[in-house]
């Protein structure tokens, strides 16, 4: 007898127990298939439960180059006899592959699984016909083993049909794209709806499934943010892999509303007020994960554009080498930050890992003779024996005002997420001159410009010059994928070496230059995972002078170098000399430095 699904994923780890008794709960009340009852509760992934499923049913999952183009499938629904609608209601699709060889699972080869028995005759034995097919036909469906579904088929195409399991959110998608096409159905003129048609649309089955879809796509993509905007006819789903925004999903406007509110309402917001930003955060189970879910909305032409930000729950955290930083970077970074008192500081844009190069920096100090407090907005880590308080602008609890409260419980080593305003500038500088070591993170576009910032912030130059311990500055470049990424051609290594800075000097080391090509794990990009590229600043007593007499950036670059300093973009050129990730890419995130930094083509 064929193992239950439930039983076989508790057997893989994927579900525990817990969640098994929770779904059988769920199903004996209202009925469905145990596995998508599972992946609503959010227990796990769709794309765990198909691969479980392709092996316990052996139907192949329906892989994205074997998609045909729409015409071929609305070309094709003629002639099984059933509207597009029918099959729509089925979850399913149907084409012909022209020119391919017969199905190679008939019908009569696949029994009902238990959990799928509906009380239906068992499937119909394929008929021997004389009469060849032009070419296969495949039928990909959520429930291939559906009876409903399993009799029209063997009655149309006895000959076999080949069945694929197909994610729910590409069979929805597929259909919207076949019934509306260039048409879709526009609900903005139809009138706001109220808070309470909301609630009841947020909690239809599709709408749960198309969110819970998007989040796990997420989680599986490794994206760090999800955007949902609303245009005029369809609204957009788009996801920020490693850095570089992509399109995942479109969907017409009709179903927008419900989307939104389900997204609202999971993150705690006031769904029935669409005329305001909005901020929500809660925890959430996803794809058996725990997920910290912060969502911001903003009213737009269209509807309310929404951006989500998944977290999430781990307590690893990783390694300064793991992060792309070098051995001599590390030294000199434990030696700005073990400094009895002054400032450091991280500059970079949002997204960019300061706040995660800030933790590991804690962890070194954290050795238990010093007290360490944080205040953050939001804390993203727990860090064991570091007291870290949130910001809660709502109730008056800024940065400002929790760095005086901090001042008061006796710290060694302060850390403030973000100097924002002069209030906690001034306070911060207050905190270095009497005593304190102080780690913060200024937004500006590289280590160096932080000095023009805080004395435009009202910090006096003499006051700046004195505090001022270290400067750091960071972005994150995409890494190449291990598993695609090919060694440069003759040429190609030749125009690498050409932009090499003057200032890196002689070439030392083997080049290990590659290029980009994309498979499978990454997603077709060429790139997997992002690695910092870094420029690390300490306070000489040259560059002290410099600060007091308020000289330019370029000129306190000049005399930065002489201790070492190299530039965000001269660290990515070694790492794409090195072969973790390509010049192309250094240059697209720091291409603004690379110009003032390239002056010959080095001998």
């Not at 009655?155 to 794209?177: I, K, N, S, W, Y």
Request: charged share 25%.
């Amino acid at each position: 007898m064929r193992q239950r699904i439930g039983e076989r994923l508790v057997e893989r780890g994927l579900i525990t127990e817990r969640d098994l008794a929770n779904g059988l709960g769920l199903q004996a009340d209202v009925g469905g298939l145990l596995g998508l009852i599972l992946v609503r509760l959010g227990a796990l992934s769709e794309t765990q439960l198909l691969e479980v499923l392709s092996e316990q049913l052996d139907i192949p999952i329906l892989q994205p180059e074997d998609m045909p183009p729409l015409e071929v499938i609305s070309g094709f629904v003629g002639e099984t006899g059933s509207p597009l609608g029918w099959w729509a209601n089925r979850q399913a699709v149907i084409w012909r592959v022209p020119d391919a060889a017969p199905g190679e699972a008939p019908l009569g080869d696949l029994e009902t699984p238990p959990e799928a028995d509906t009380g239906a005759p068992d499937p119909i034995e394929p008929e021997d016909d004389d009469t060849p097919l032009a070419g296969a036909v495949v039928c990909a469906a959520v429930h291939p083993l559906d009876p409903a579904l399993q009799q029209r088929l063997t009655q149309r195409f006895p000959e076999g049909v080949a069945l694929r399991l197909a994610p729910r959110a590409v069979v929805t998608a597929l259909h919207d794209d076949l019934e509306h096409g260039a048409r879709r159905e526009v609900a903005v003129g139809a009138g706001p709806m109220d808070a309470a048609r909301l609630r009841e649309l947020a909690q239809e089955t599709p709408v749960i499934d198309f969110v819970n879809g998007v989040f796990a796509e997420a989680l599986t993509r490794r994206a760090s943010d999800v955007h949902v905007e609303p245009f005029e006819d369809q609204f957009f789903v788009r996801m920020r892999v490693d850095g570089v925004l992509i399109t995942a999903r479109t969907a017409a406007r009709s179903q927008f509303d419900a989307v939104c509110s389900r997204i609202k309402l999971l993150s705690g917001m006031d769904i029935g007020e669409r005329r305001l930003p909005q901020d929500g955060r809660q925890s959430i189970r996803v794809s058996g994960v725990e997920v910290d879910l912060r969502v911001s909305s903003l009213p737009s032409t269209w509807g309310e554009s929404l951006v989500l930000r998944l977290l999430g729950k781990t307590n690893r955290l990783p390694t300064l080498t793991e992060l792309g930083v070098s051995d001599d970077q590390t030294r000199l970074f434990h030696q700005l930050v073990e400094k009895p008192n002054g400032v450091m500081l991280i500059t970079g844009p949002t997204g960019s890992g300061k706040t995660t190069t800030i933790y590991r920096l804690l962890t070194h100090l954290n050795d238990g003779d010093r007290k360490i407090i944080t205040v953050e907005d939001p804390v993203e880590l727990d860090l064991p024996g570091v007291v870290q308080v949130p910001v809660k602008a709502d109730i008056g609890l800024t940065f400002a005002a929790g760095l005086r409260s901090i001042l008061r419980q006796d710290p060694d080593v302060i850390m403030v997420g973000e100097i924002r305003d002069p209030e906690t500038a001034r306070i911060a500088v207050q905190s270095a001159l009497t005593g304190h070591l102080v780690i913060s993170t200024v937004h500006t576009n590289s280590a160096l410009a932080a000095v023009s910032r805080l004395l435009d912030l009202g910090i006096e130059d003499y006051l700046l010059a004195d505090v001022l311990r270290g400067l750091a500055g960071q972005r994150l470049v995409r890494r190449l994928c291990p598993h695609c990424a090919r060694p440069s051609e003759p040429h190609e290594v030749e125009a690498h070496e050409a932009a090499r800075p003057n200032i890196l000097g002689p070439r030392r080391g083997k080049a290990d230059w590659k290029e980009p090509v994309g498979c499978a794990r990454c997603a077709r990009t060429g790139f997997l995972g992002r690695v910092g590229i870094y420029e690390i600043a300490p306070i000489s007593p040259a560059f002290e002078t410099g600060v007091r007499q308020r000289h330019s950036e370029e000129s306190l670059v000049e005399t930065a170098r002489e201790s070492g300093f190299r530039t965000m973009f001269e660290d990515g050129y070694l790492k794409a000399r090195r072969g973790e990730t390509t010049l192309s890419e250094v240059y697209r995130v720091a291409g603004g430095q690379a110009v003032s930094d390239l002056d010959e083509v080095a001998a």
